[in-house]
């Protein structure tokens, strides 16, 4: 018989010398480490050839369900005993749900003790033997939830599957156990269902899961959700317990959708997964009702906010709620949003075939999310072609050509504007020495300043100089004007333009 390694998470001292006791004397058992919390033995539980568990019921630290949950998650290769003071039908079903194998009781007998170790420590190494690996060769579990109905949890989680099956073997299994409809959107008749496995859940093995899964034409598996309402009641959290845990074997990734409901099953899922994904909608009411789903998962320990990851489904920039208001208001880490673009899903969901979603802002923003969750590998940064050297030599021209444009179309226009005011000076200063002129030969006849102002005046045209003034000396006029501009002046930038004329008064005046 092989040696059987145990650990212990137990704060009575009491207890402890009784363990150490009974350890001591069983046959090839060895006690690789004991303490109040899991924290406290963190070397032993990370020896791979640990086979048991034990936890005792009353813990102060922590509920012990949750930290054989946990150990389940963490540590599917290794049994857990839940040592307790006395038994009944109670505490055997929250074992069974936590995902326990079995209860140890107090007082500890030798022979007691030693079966139920040797019984566990058996089951354990024949697991790593038949799995062939260690826990971290095991395969992810994802489970995405809506923030409420109508989220888009379903369509995203599809979606993962197909972007993550390219790479990997998926599973995407339907939670939403009493209004499922993955079969549909993964365009899959099964014949069975999670009900199928539920029922066989302590005798369950990789033939079981290989007659209910469907391979779907987007190449991934689907296990469909109960097709009556009343069959969910069959699905126990033990029994999904059980299920997922032979899901991590047979596939890389299991992506489970849970919808917006939740039941002692779904809570266990959201506890065991790896990943946890919350879909909310850009508006205040689905906002709210994410705020009320983490704050419950947390009193329930299911799962603390900062582990789950929010996606911000249908997001527009016309919307008033915006991802960062989300980020802030949930205080949950904002993996990704998904743009309102439904006119690339609805042949998908008119069809129910998910394949028909093309490239485009949907499959990018899940593409974003399967890299953020570290499903898939980033894309790898590619080193420059000769063809993208030669387009991005052509952009630069492309980037030159757009900046040189509007400056010679700019200097184009000024000269033609500098040609226009010259050709307005030229034909101003012809217009002014025209009007000197009659203004010297009104004023040598009249010898009145305002009648040669308006000799000037009606000598030039109406554009030209506007008002003339107009000034008499002993033998000639001055007349001046101003030149007008194509650019609206004033003041001291404005030209002006004078022409003089001789005159001689007539007799007589």
């Known amino acids: 018989?092989?040696?059987?390694?145990?650990?212990?998470?137990?704060?009575?001292?009491?207890?402890?010398?009784?363990?150490?006791?009974?350890?001591?004397?069983?046959?090839?058992?060895?006690?690789?480490?004991?303490?109040?919390?899991?924290?406290?033995?963190?070397?032993?539980?990370?020896?791979?050839?640990?086979?048991?568990?034990?936890?005792?019921?009353?813990?102060?630290?922590?509920?012990?369900?949750?930290?054989?949950?946990?150990?389940?998650?963490?540590?599917?290769?290794?049994?857990?005993?839940?040592?307790?003071?006395?038994?009944?039908?109670?505490?055997l079903s929250s074992v069974m749900e936590a995902g326990a194998r079995g209860v140890l009781l107090q007082p500890l007998s030798l022979d007691e003790f030693q079966a139920r170790v040797d019984g566990v420590g058996q089951w354990a190494q024949g697991l790593r033997q038949f799995s062939g690996g260690s826990a971290e060769e095991r395969g992810q579990v994802v489970a995405v939830a809506?923030?409420?109905?109508?989220?888009g949890a379903s369509t995203i989680a599809t979606l993962l599957a197909h972007e993550c099956s390219r790479t990997q073997t998926v599973c995407l299994v339907d939670v939403d156990l009493r209004k499922g409809s993955i079969s549909y959107l993964a365009d899959v008749k099964p014949r069975r269902n999670l009900t199928d496995l539920a029922v066989v859940a302590t005798e369950l093995t990789g033939r079981n899961v290989r007659e209910v899964a469907v391979d779907a034409e987007a190449g991934f598996a689907v296990i469909a959700a109960p097709t009556e309402v009343e069959q969910a009641d069959d699905i126990s959290?033990?029994?999904?317990?059980?299920?997922?845990?032979?899901?991590?074997?047979?596939?890389?990734?299991?992506?489970?959708?849970?919808?917006?409901?939740?039941e002692s099953a779904q809570a266990v899922a959201l506890e065991i997964a790896d990943h946890a994904v919350l879909v909310v909608n850009p508006d205040v009411a689905s906002v709210n009702a994410a705020r009320q789903v983490l704050t419950t998962w947390e009193r329930l320990a299911i799962r603390p906010p900062?582990?789950?990851?929010?996606?911000?489904?249908?997001?527009?920039?016309?919307?008033?709620?915006?991802?960062?208001?989300?980020?802030?208001?949930?205080?949950?880490?904002?993996?990704?949003s998904l743009?309102?673009?439904?006119?690339?899903?609805?042949?998908?969901?008119?069809?129910?075939?998910?394949?028909?979603?093309?490239?485009?802002?949907?499959?990018?923003?899940v593409t974003a999310l399967a890299r953020g969750l570290e499903l898939v590998a980033a894309a790898p940064a590619q080193r420059p072609t000769r063809q993208s050297r030669r387009h991005g030599r052509r952009s630069r021209e492309a980037g030159q050509a757009?900046?040189?444009?509007?400056?010679?179309?700019?200097?184009?226009?000024?000269?033609?504007?500098?040609g226009i005011q010259v050709l307005f000076a030229a034909t101003c200063l012809v217009f002014t020495r025209h009007a000197a002129t009659e203004a010297a030969?009104?004023?040598?006849?009249?010898?009145?300043?305002?009648?040669?102002q308006r000799a000037a005046q009606d000598a030039l045209p109406g554009w030209a100089g506007g008002s003339p003034t107009f000034s008499a000396s002993a033998s000639r006029v001055t007349v001046s004007?101003?030149?007008?501009?194509?650019?609206?002046?004033?003041?001291?930038?404005?030209?002006?333009?004078s022409q003089t004329a001789s005159y001689t008064a007539e007799k007589g005046r």
């Open 402 to 418: 757009a900046v040189e444009t509007p400056v010679a179309v700019a200097l184009f226009l000024v000269g033609i504007m500098m």
């Open 481 to 497: 004007t101003t030149v007008p501009t194509v650019v609206p002046l004033k003041g001291d930038w404005r030209m002006r333009l």
């Open 237 to 262: 959290a033990s029994a999904m317990t059980q299920v997922l845990h032979q899901l991590r074997f047979q596939f890389d990734l299991v992506i489970l959708d849970v919808g917006s409901t939740l």
């Open 1 to 91: 018989m092989s040696r059987t390694v145990v650990a212990a998470i137990i704060e009575d001292p009491d207890l402890r010398s009784a363990l150490q006791s009974v350890a001591s004397e069983a046959v090839e058992v060895e006690l690789a480490g004991m303490g109040a919390s899991a924290a406290e033995i963190g070397t032993a539980l990370e020896d791979p050839e640990l086979d048991v568990v034990l936890v005792h019921t009353e813990l102060r630290q922590e509920r012990w369900s949750s930290v054989v949950r946990r150990l389940q998650r963490e540590r599917p290769f290794v049994g857990v005993l839940v040592v307790a003071p006395e038994s009944d039908a109670t505490l």
């Open 146 to 151: 809506g923030a409420r109905g109508g989220a």
């Open 441 to 452: 030969r009104e004023y040598s006849v009249s010898g009145s300043v305002s009648a040669g």
């Open 339 to 365: 743009p309102d673009a439904f006119d690339q899903l609805e042949p998908a969901h008119n069809t129910g075939n998910i394949t028909l979603v093309k490239a485009g802002t949907v499959r990018s923003g």
């Open 306 to 336: 900062a582990s789950v990851s929010v996606v911000l489904n249908r997001a527009d920039r016309r919307r008033e709620v915006q991802a960062p208001l989300v980020d802030r208001v949930l205080g949950s880490t904002l993996t990704t």
